[in-house]
């Protein structure tokens, strides 16, 4: 499937958040390893935006010592950066590995339109509409754009694994880049 990119009449600044990736902050392991998933999207997401003209940050450290100083330097990197939007990029699992689907989470009003934004594009993929939800994530509350965290799909689901092989990463950020830009 082919995205069209709409015209942008002003070029933004994106903090992209690949979740996790940096000892003692280890995201999920099913299926597929989150901390794999997080970083190949997060990468064709930057590669995209740049490509329409756009500026991106990544907000992954370097070394911390503990989880908090992970979410802290995210954080602090974003707002540094002055960035228009913050886009946290996850992979979901549950403990019973039933669950399935894309939720995308938020904690303000300009974040809830973008969330909502980014939730149906990949949704028309054929994922589970789990629907934009608020919420209080560290990254949420402590940015000064606004910001989202996408739960992508269940990385410990087969189905939803399946289903992230049939489409491709690539279509999922082309789906994500439509949602932030439109």
């Known amino acids: 499937m082919r995205y069209r990119y709409k015209a942008e009449k002003k070029l933004s600044k994106f903090a992209i958040d690949a979740w996790h990736n940096v000892f003692p902050d280890i995201g999920a392991v099913g299926v597929k390893k989150e901390d794999d998933l997080t970083l190949a999207l997060a990468e064709l997401i930057i590669s995209r935006l740049t490509c329409l003209g756009h500026e991106c940050v990544r907000t992954l450290p370097n070394l911390v010592t503990s989880v908090n100083a992970s979410l802290r330097q995210r954080a602090f990197i974003a707002n540094a950066n002055d960035v228009d939007v913050v886009c946290s990029i ?68 087969a189905g939803d694994m399946q289903l992230l092989d049939d489409v491709g990463l690539e279509a999922i950020a082309n789906a994500i880049v439509v949602g932030l830009i439109s």
Do not use: M
């Open 90 to 157: 996850h992979f979901n699992a549950s403990a019973s590995k039933q669950g399935r689907g894309t939720e995308t989470f938020y904690i303000s009003n300009s974040g809830h339109k973008l969330a909502r934004s980014v939730n149906d594009e990949i949704v028309k993929l054929g994922f589970r509409d789990r629907g934009p939800k608020y919420g209080t994530w560290y990254i949420l509350r402590h940015t000064k754009a606004p910001a989202i965290l996408v739960e992508v799909a269940f990385c410990d689901n």
